[in-house]
């Protein structure tokens, strides 16, 4: 390594560690562990009020006096100050909910495991044309193309294979290690399995494919999704036998994960078992069909699935509110979507007490011509309303937000409006 690379090097962990050093600072803010407690209340179903978090930001959007700007060369430490400085950001600008931990996850060497980390490889890979309306964001639009016509191309779904890069586990240790050495603490983390056989399919097939598909050739479907659960069960088998699952989750699927009830007993952070841990499952694009071909097609054959888990939190953009005699025979379920395109008061009806209500404002509300507070109050204490009519649990969880028409004020009053809603 030249006498360049070292200075330059040098200079980005200098960086790190200062921005690292201002996390720690908050971190240890008594705050912390008193929103973690409004968490673990919301999630044992007795809340000291709602709770409040947003995620999933457009973030090429909300840059204010260069406080998002990366100034780190090496490629890997720029991901560490990304994630630092976002932290600084959404707690200056707005925390809502959010807690700030006080230590950096840093993933384990693992393959047989997609792109993403949290999603089994199994040999299919997706095949699409995509469409940008704003070369700046990583939103995009998608046109899938269909893998799968008849029972052979069945074959094509492999079992995982997952194996574990002790060595270089280690080596990502030792550097997490140096880099942030006395400031914050570093986890070895495992994966948080992403556990969705109809959203697979639908990016192996595309929707309307699928769609046609399910009325056409239910059984060829119904073999298909069995196959991927098969696929995925041979998977966590892997990864919990080396000691490769996450435990200690922080967050599931856009929400706060403490929980009294985990990790629960037995617990070995060595080897944590799906026991010690939430699943999210969802099957978005099923919002069309019949609650009988729901339960058919999604519930039954993801039975073993759910049972294995310590939690499940299930539901993400599908409406639900029409479904919930078929989401309550889920195992294991703690909480349940109801998404913008839900009736959430048909949704609170069917929830009740036994399972925490997570809210999904609409972001189109934040991407209108111009910003209306009033109309975002109203939708919040609304269901605030609601809620407390029918003894919800709640959480609101503002997410998949793809503009704030450059203006990053609008999400930062967002949160002080739900804020002061839940507060009331």
């Known amino acids: 390594m030249g006498k360049g690379v070292k200075i330059m090097k040098k200079q980005d962990i200098n960086i790190i560690r200062e921005l690292a050093s201002q996390v720690a600072e908050i ?43 990366l100034r780190c060369q090496d490629e890997k430490l720029r991901e560490w100050e990304c994630y630092l400085r976002r932290t600084l950001y959404t707690w200056k600008h707005m925390p809502a909910d959010y807690v700030v931990d006080d230590f950096i996850r840093v993933p384990k060497a693992i393959y047989g495991l997609d792109g993403s980390g949290s999603a089994l490889d199994m040999g299919v890979h997706t095949q699409d044309h995509t469409l940008s309306t704003d070369t700046t964001n990583d939103v995009l639009s998608r046109s899938y193309v269909n893998q799968f016509k008849n029972v052979d191309d069945l074959e094509k779904i492999k079992m995982p294979i997952v194996s574990h890069d002790e060595a270089e586990t280690k080596q990502r240790e030792a550097f997490a290690n140096e880099v942030f050495d006395g400031i914050l603490d570093v986890r070895m983390d495992g994966v948080s399995p992403y556990l969705s056989p109809w959203d697979t399919i639908s990016q192996w097939m595309g929707i309307e494919a699928v769609l046609y598909a399910i009325v056409d050739t ?42 009294d009830d985990l990790p629960g007993k037995n617990f070995d952070p060595a080897k944590p078992t799906t026991q010690n841990i939430w699943m999210f499952g969802l099957a978005q694009m099923f919002s069309t069909i019949s609650p009988s071909m729901f339960y058919d097609l999604e519930v039954v054959p993801n039975l073993p699935l759910f049972e294995r888990f310590g939690l499940v939190y299930y539901g993400c ?30 949704g609170a009806a069917g929830i009740g007490r036994d ?28 269901t605030v309303a609601i809620c407390k009519e029918y003894g919800c649990p709640l959480e609101i969880i503002m997410k998949d937000i793809s503009t704030v028409k450059y203006e990053p004020k609008r999400l930062w009053r967002w949160a002080e409006i739900a804020m002061e809603c839940v507060n009331a």
């Not at 971190?27 to 978090?53: G, H, I």
């Not at 696929?231 to 080396?242: I, K, P, R, S």
């Open 355 to 382: 399972y925490v209500l997570s809210y999904k404002p609409n972001p189109a509300l934040l991407a209108m011509a111009s910003f209306d507070e009033g109309l975002v109050r109203k939708d919040l204490s609304e």
């Open 27 to 69: 971190a240890a803010l008594s705050k912390q562990e008193q929103t973690r407690n409004l968490w673990r209340a919301v999630n044992r179903l007795k809340p000291d009020r709602p709770t409040v978090m947003i995620d999933q930001v457009c973030w090429n959007e909300m840059n204010v006096d260069d406080e998002l700007t």
């Open 317 to 346: 953009c599908d409406p639900l509110d029409r479904k919930m005699d078929e989401v309550r025979k889920i195992p294991n379920l703690r909480k349940v979507s109801i998404s913008p395109w839900a009736d959430t008061r048909r």
């Open 218 to 259: 239910p059984e060829l479907m119904l073999a298909m999704a069995k196959r991927i659960i098969a696929a995925y069960m041979t998977g966590l088998d892997q990864l919990v036998e080396q000691g490769l699952l996450c435990h200690s989750q922080s967050w599931i699927h856009c929400t706060g994960a403490w929980a």
